[in-house]
């Protein structure tokens, strides 16, 4: 992310936020305003839905079969971080499960298959 000088009143304004662009060829953004949806090799994430953008692209990979540490290890990120984002789609899905997280995303149509 990149930032612009603020002028002295110790707030930076975002000139450019970030992507995942390359993610599991996600062609979406962070950016809600210029895309709505994350894509996937298999799947398509609707933004605006209830969940943050990162756990839509984490509840992407988890839907595409990785666990928790392989998509650290994609992100770039922790495997706790990736726990802690999967565990607030869960709480917001209000499941308890992974696989039903996936399911729930699917039927509010949060995710669906291309």
Not at 68 to 87: D, N
């Amino acid at each position: 992310m990149r930032t612009a000088p603020s002028g002295g009143n110790g707030m930076d304004s975002i000139t450019e936020a970030p992507s995942y662009e390359g993610a599991l060829g996600c062609t979406g953004g962070y950016d809600q305003a210029m895309e709505k949806e994350l894509v996937s090799k298999n799947w398509k994430g609707h933004l605006g839905l209830g969940l943050a953008p990162k756990e839509i692209l984490y509840l992407l990979y988890t839907a595409e079969g990785l666990t928790a540490k392989e998509i650290a290890r994609v992100a770039g990120v922790a495997p706790c971080t990736v726990s802690k984002r999967l565990s607030c789609a869960m709480f917001k899905l209000k499941v308890t499960r992974q696989t039903a997280m996936v399911a729930e995303a699917i039927k509010l149509q949060i995710i669906t298959p291309i």
